[in-house]
C-alpha cells in the first residue's frame, strides 16, 4: 500500500498535472489525496489524466470560492471503500486494503492556517 497525500496549489496547468501522473507512476501510488485543488468541479476526465489505470474511483470536496478543495482518489483493486463522507473541507473514507487484509480510515483535509478552531492559548 503506498499513499501520496500532496497540498498541490491548484491543478490549472497541464504541466502540474502531469507532474501528480509521474509521481503516482513512480511511486506506484495506491492513493492520492490532493488537497488545496482550488476547483469547485472535477471530474473522470481529469482523474483520469492524473492516474495510471482506468480502474480507480475518486471522492472530491469541491474548493469553497478559491481555497480548499480536496480529492482522494484510490485503485480500485488496492483499496475497496465500505464508508465516505464528504464535509465542508474534507473527504473521509473508510475501507479496506485488500492485499494487506485490513482496514483503516484516510481522511483529505484542507483548512487555512488562520482557523482558531475554538481553542484558546495562555502566553
Partial sequence: ????????WSLGSAA????????????????LCLQEMKSEVIDASLVRKLWISDTFEFLFCPAE?????VL????RSSFSMEESFIGGSFVWLYGRWTQEAWSCGV??????C???CGMSFNG
Avoid: D, H, T
Fill in 72 to 75: 482522494m482518489v484510490w485503485e
Fill in 114 to 116: 488562520n482557523v482558531l
Fill in 107 to 112: 481522511l483529505g483535509l484542507y483548512a487555512p
Fill in 1 to 8: 500500500m503506498r499513499v501520496v497525500s500532496w497540498n498541490i
Fill in 16 to 31: 502540474k498535472r502531469r507532474a501528480v501522473q509521474g509521481v503516482v507512476r513512480r511511486q506506484k501510488c495506491c492513493l
Fill in 65 to 69: 470560492g478559491r481555497s480548499g478543495g
